[in-house]
């Protein structure tokens, strides 16, 4: 298989990450090197076998609903960069 | 003072406990050396004054009751300490300073232990040698230009290098275990769920485990006895009966059946590890437990569901790094703009590259061919170790295929940097806790590392057979200070 520019910029739109024509073309390069590698999977057999999809064989524990955390806006916006003052700024996304 | 540095943790805490040496005495001595190594570039913060202050607190009402009594250690940069700035080796949180503590080191500072400052490691613990950091590459102490492993590369050169007494680092493919084993240290990744992930920076969520770095096994069971436990913060902890691992630590390993699985019979792989393993299996014997072959048939297909499991649950994780509520923001022309130019210029090579691997897995029309078959052979992995387990007690394997390299030797090749990680990302995969133990030197004289893999929850019995072996190999790790001038 094989991953070309079309694809990465497609991913790249994904993940939200803009990507410049020169890193598409390494990418690219890199991905198909790791994807060749991926597709030694393709040799198993596995139509039979359950998806292992928590390795924690446990079930959940219930807890009672309470608020633990109190009062903590100041802490939440601390480390933001950029608010007024209890609110995240972004970039204006309403015309 | 330089003897101090020398010590093991278990000495250090005799001492403290004795009253032959104060918490200042052991913080100055590891300060004074940190401060000489810079070289190394080990930390990416310090925390020395505080440090001090704390460790001179402590010695006015010295608590001698608690199991790490006024002792200094830095910990990877993956742990959120509180008020201390927590990087996870990335530019898009270099600001980043935490409210809150991780679990792990709240239990360690809850035994009285002194936080001396935060390690270097690859971005978001995507690494097999520490270059992926934005902080730039960690030198190992064992030789100029060696690549310390990684991602916990600062914790094992500060461990081997005695700017710590010990660390935590944390392993989700192998980064505790393959930087043990390229220092000459030794590092345990315990079993999924037995220490708590809470404020540990997500990477790899049913992968990631903290783990303890030390110069001997004792040391490794003391500290693994601190940082594991029960947690309702994190909803896959495990709630079990945890042993007092470093009292309950024992050399009788007679009797046990070690399984030697030909799988880890790699191809390619150098005639000294081969033979390293062999002079493993002789210990092994002459402890009088007995060797069992044993096949894990799916070995080689472990490391392909690595690549697409884990950067399929780091391109989730990382979504939150979008430059609105903390982190690196870059200036954009509107959000989506802001976000992508954030993302684009926070992140490095090596991140950007898992997230697009796990998009991509993960997009429509590809999750069936890729994620779905990854989790299938899991599946598989995990039912290869459940089988062996019905004949044998714990597994014997080389830590990894080859010996440190060197920095820049393999930045260029992602997948030849991926095999570094052969050995030890099956053990995460299922779960299982692994250790890795100095056994031997190269003919370069780089240490090399041989691998014990427990059942779940049976750290204890790997950490017995480490001890037992410890003492027949009688490894001594050559540090020959060539950073301090």
Redesign the interface.
């Given at each position: 298989m094989s991953?070309d520019l079309k694809?990465?910029k497609h991913?790249?739109k994904?993940?939200?990450?803009?990507?410049d024509e020169q890193r598409a073309e390494k990418?690219a390069g890199?991905?198909n090197?790791?994807f060749d590698?991926?597709?030694?999977?393709?040799?198993?057999k596995?139509d039979n076998?359950?998806?292992?999809?928590?390795?924690?064989e446990?079930s959940?524990?219930l807890?009672s609903d309470e608020v633990k955390s109190k009062n903590?806006r100041e802490?939440?916006i601390?480390?933001?960069?950029?608010d007024n003052e209890d609110y995240?700024v972004?970039?204006?996304?309403i015309e | 003072m330089s003897d101090i540095t020398k010590q093991s943790l278990t000495e250090l805490v005799e001492n403290i406990k004795n009253k032959k040496l104060s918490s200042t005495d052991v913080t100055k001595a590891f300060i004074d050396r940190s401060e000489k190594s810079g070289e190394l570039n080990a930390y990416i913060t310090n925390d020395f004054t505080s440090a001090l202050d704390k460790a001179k607190k402590f010695d006015q009402k010295p608590n001698l009751d608690l199991k790490l009594p006024g002792i200094p250690m830095a910990v990877k940069d993956l742990f959120c300490t509180k008020n201390i700035k927590t990087t996870a080796g990335s530019k898009i949180l270099n600001n980043f300073v935490p409210t809150y503590e991780s679990t792990v080191t709240e239990n360690i500072w809850n035994e009285g232990a002194i936080l001396l400052g935060k390690l270097n490691c690859d971005e978001f613990a995507m690494g097999s040698s520490n270059e992926t950091s934005f902080f730039g590459n960690v030198q190992s102490p064992i030789d100029k230009n060696l690549v310390p492993g990684g991602s916990s590369g600062g914790s094992a050169s500060a461990v081997a290098g005695q700017l710590t007494p010990v660390t935590i680092g944390t392993d989700t493919g192998g980064s505790i275990r393959q930087p043990a084993s390229f220092t000459g240290i030794v590092g345990l990744k315990p079993t999924y769920g037995s220490c708590s992930r809470y404020g540990i920076v997500a990477f790899a969520s049913s992968l990631d485990q903290a783990g303890p770095m030390a110069q001997n096994v004792k040391d490794c069971a003391l500290l693994h006895e601190v940082i594991s436990s029960y947690d309702p913060k994190d909803s896959t902890s495990i709630d079990f009966k945890r042993n007092h691992y470093s009292k309950e630590l024992t050399n009788n390993i007679k009797g046990k059946k070690i399984g030697i699985p030909k799988e880890y019979r790699v191809d390619g792989m150098p005639k000294e590890i081969e033979a390293l393993w062999q002079k493993g299996i002789q210990y092994i014997k002459d402890c009088g437990a007995e060797t069992i072959d044993i096949s894990l048939p799916n070995t080689s297909y472990a490391l392909p569901t690595y690549y697409i499991v884990a950067p399929a649950e780091a391109s989730s994780n990382l979504a939150r790094y979008d430059g609105v509520k903390y982190g690196y923001r870059a200036k954009g022309e509107n959000l989506i703009d802001m976000y992508e130019k954030t993302r684009s210029e926070g992140f490095g090579t090596e991140v950007q590259r898992r997230i697009m691997i796990g998009t991509y897995v993960l997009s429509s029309g590809y999750y069936d061919a890729y994620y779905l078959k990854a989790q299938k052979v899991r599946k598989l992995i995990k039912n290869d170790f459940d089988e062996a387990y019905k004949k044998v007690d714990a597994i014997l394997t080389p830590s990894t295929p080859s010996s440190a390299f060197k920095i820049g030797e393999k930045t260029n090749d992602p997948v030849s940097m991926y095999l570094n990680d052969i050995f030890t990302v099956p053990v995460n995969l299922a779960g299982l806790p692994g250790i890795s133990i100095p056994a031997g030197h190269d003919s370069k004289g780089y240490p090399l590392g041989l691998q014990i893999i427990g059942k779940a929850f049976d750290e204890q019995n790997i950490l017995n057979i480490a001890y037992a072996m410890e003492e027949k190999i009688n490894f001594k790790n050559k540090i020959t200070d060539w950073w301090i001038k």
């Open positions: 991953i694809t990465i991913i790249s994904l993940a939200r990450i803009s990507v990418l890199d991905l090197s790791i590698f991926i597709e030694k999977l393709n040799e198993l596995t076998v359950e998806p292992l999809t928590s390795i924690a446990t959940l524990k807890r903590i802490q939440i601390k480390n933001s960069p950029q995240f972004v970039p204006k996304v | -």
